[in-house]
């Protein structure tokens, strides 16, 4: 990719904040990973047939809560996660990368027998909601931001949080953020590695489809610090929504949105059937929800809230959801971060039946030609998409990757089906090579926009913060 020119300016961290770095004396200078790694993996796809069964009923999970010490320079588990250093290989010595060549099952599915895994719970009742007006509105200027500045990493060695020695969360990406209580934000990650983890990408052991954690944290000036995690053994997080973790078949579910409604807590997520295929795309089976009653640390992922990828071109794969007003408000993309953003809307009490949602297409919100008919919204191309209400402002905020530019831009908008704004970019590759993401924080205000990014080259997260202009 080619870096575009970067219409802002790049601020100064604010003195005493050791940005980038963590928060012990024995933590290094601010440093993001070396591009040029040093160990490289790669994966070789090697075709096998695989005898599926019907999948069974989830089991249910184990969950175990640890009070870990207030001090997140103090290990709370170095039997866990401390382990003897091996000694630097040929190519480390050389300073070149050690080529790893890792062979990886691609199957090929044929039914088999298996458990009967039960009856499936009937769908929702069949409704037919309206075709009502909703023209767009006038678009509004694009946003200007007078700095944008890197405030802290969030995850793995180094960071703030410490979340390799507390949770055994060394590598991971994304930081999808909500207000899942008042007070309290959740963030879900997408694939997670412990022991073992080297960059670039999640390359390691004790791989988790997806981990997640709560802050109460309201200075988010120099940093942002996680309370908890949901976990299901000593210094460990859990995977909360599970994958069959078979290439081809479905390799692992990743989380794209968040939201509470009441005591529901909410996600739609992916379920990813490979990565395999050329830049910038991947393929799912079927964007869909999952909700939880107790406060997140368990998860149900609806077998009927589901858009199902047919022929790998359907949109909805990749949702960011809101609730406004009456109603959730669910914008989305294709199975790849090059397709235009569209948009559908459901009535609160209705978010798990399909059939209640209706598209915008052309002014209109109507459920006829469901979600293959939905009028874009955004124009391609547009990847990991994250929305906002700023009630403050009385706008709509949209973050997402955009590949054309090589950044993270920021649009706004009066109305949720726009217009939306001409783009704004936030980050570029010039100033975090391999970024992606882009997920802003709900307690931004009109000034103070926060949001998290992921870098390919170190796969972890960190915390961003952009000035926008009066």
Not at 89 to 106: K, V
Not at 228 to 237: Q, Y
């Amino acid at each position: 990719m080619t870096c575009v020119d970067h219409p802002i300016s790049a601020a100064l961290p604010e003195p005493g904040l050791a940005t980038g770095s963590g928060p012990c004396a024995s933590d290094p200078a601010p440093a993001h990973e070396d591009l040029v790694p040093e160990t490289v993996e790669v994966p070789i796809p090697i075709p096998v047939i695989t005898v599926l069964p019907p999948q069974p009923p989830e089991s249910a999970p184990t969950r175990v809560r640890t009070e870990l010490p207030a001090d997140p320079c103090v290990d709370p588990c170095p039997d866990l996660t401390n382990g003897p250093t091996p000694p630097p290989g040929l190519a480390e010595q050389l300073g070149i990368p050690e080529i790893l060549l890792s062979p990886q099952p691609f199957h090929f599915a044929v039914p088999g027998p298996g458990p009967d895994p039960g009856a499936a719970p009937p769908p929702p009742p069949r409704v037919e909601p309206p075709t009502e007006s909703a023209p767009g509105s006038p678009a509004p200027p694009a946003p200007r931001f007078t700095s944008v500045r890197e405030v802290a990493k969030l995850t793995g060695a180094n960071s703030v949080n410490r979340t390799d020695k507390r949770w055994q969360v060394d590598g991971t990406d994304l930081g999808i953020m909500w207000e899942s209580a008042p007070g309290q934000i959740a963030t879900a990650f997408g694939d997670t590695v412990g022991r073992g983890f080297h960059p670039p990408g999640g390359m390691g052991g004790d791989w988790r489809s997806n981990v997640l954690a709560f802050s109460t944290d309201r200075d988010l000036s120099d940093g942002m610090t996680y309370d908890s995690m949901v976990t299901d053994s000593r210094c460990h997080a859990a995977e909360v929504l599970s994958s069959r973790k078979l290439d081809n078949v479905e390799i692992t579910t990743i989380p794209t949105s968040g939201f509470a409604l009441g005591e529901r807590q909410y996600l739609s997520y992916m379920s990813m059937r490979t990565w395999h295929g050329v830049p910038g795309t991947f393929f799912t089976n079927y964007g869909g929800i999952a909700y939880s009653d107790d406060q997140g640390q368990t998860w149900t992922k609806d077998p009927h809230a589901r858009w199902d990828n047919i022929f790998g071109l359907a949109n909805f794969q990749v949702s960011a959801m809101v609730p406004h007003g009456d109603h959730v408000y669910m914008f989305g993309t294709p199975n790849t971060r090059l397709g235009s953003v569209g948009l559908a809307r459901v009535a609160k009490d209705q978010i798990l039946n399909t059939t209640a949602y209706q598209y915008w297409v052309d002014g209109t919100w109507t459920p006829v030609g469901g979600f293959a008919a939905a009028t874009p919204i955004v124009d391609a191309p547009a990847g990991e998409l994250s929305v906002r209400y700023d009630a403050d402002r009385g706008v709509w905020q949209m973050s997402y990757l955009d590949t054309a530019k090589a950044a993270i831009v920021v649009r706004e908008s009066n109305s949720p089906q726009g217009g939306w704004s001409q783009s704004t970019p936030t980050v570029t590759i010039a100033d975090h090579a391999e970024l992606y993401g882009g997920f802003i924080h709900p307690w931004s205000t009109g000034r103070d926009l926060y949001f998290t990014i992921s870098t390919w080259s170190d796969y972890n997260v960190y915390l961003m913060h952009a000035t926008r202009a009066e």
